[in-house]
């Protein structure tokens, strides 16, 4: 089992940046790739960006070159840098991991979600 707890969202201006967090823990070796997914008010939930084993860094077109995901194995944690922040990012933010059970078989876990706000 993976528990996952984000942190770090809030209200912030146009142009303005904020780091959300995901804290592991649980069966965190059997973790394969780990995400961001946000969800907008109104809207489904969309993948913005994740992060492999292989530590490869994968973005959604709208946060490409804004964003950036990391992945900091000593502290368990998994980060969110969101710099240049739009009012089209305003929406509720979650932490995603997917791990192995048996070979051939995977399990999405979730965490709570962080309310992101960007606005004047």
């Known amino acids: 089992q993976v528990q996952l707890v984000e942190s770090g969202g809030g209200l912030v201006q146009p142009g303005g940046s904020l780091r959300l967090s995901c804290a592991v823990s649980g069966s965190i070796s059997s973790i394969r790739s780990m995400g961001w997914y946000r969800q907008a008010p109104g809207k489904q939930r969309e993948l913005v960006a994740y992060i492999p084993d292989d530590g490869t860094t994968n973005y959604a077109e709208a946060v490409l070159g804004r964003f950036t995901i990391s992945r900091d194995n000593a502290k368990n944690t998994m980060y969110l840098q969101m710099d240049s922040l739009k009012p089209e990012d305003t929406a509720v933010y979650y932490c995603?991991?997917?791990?192995?059970?048996?070979?051939?078989?995977?399990?999405?876990?979730w965490g709570q979600g962080t309310q992101v706000t960007v606005s004047s």
């Open positions: 995603n991991a997917v791990s192995r059970i048996v070979d051939g078989a995977f399990n999405a876990y």
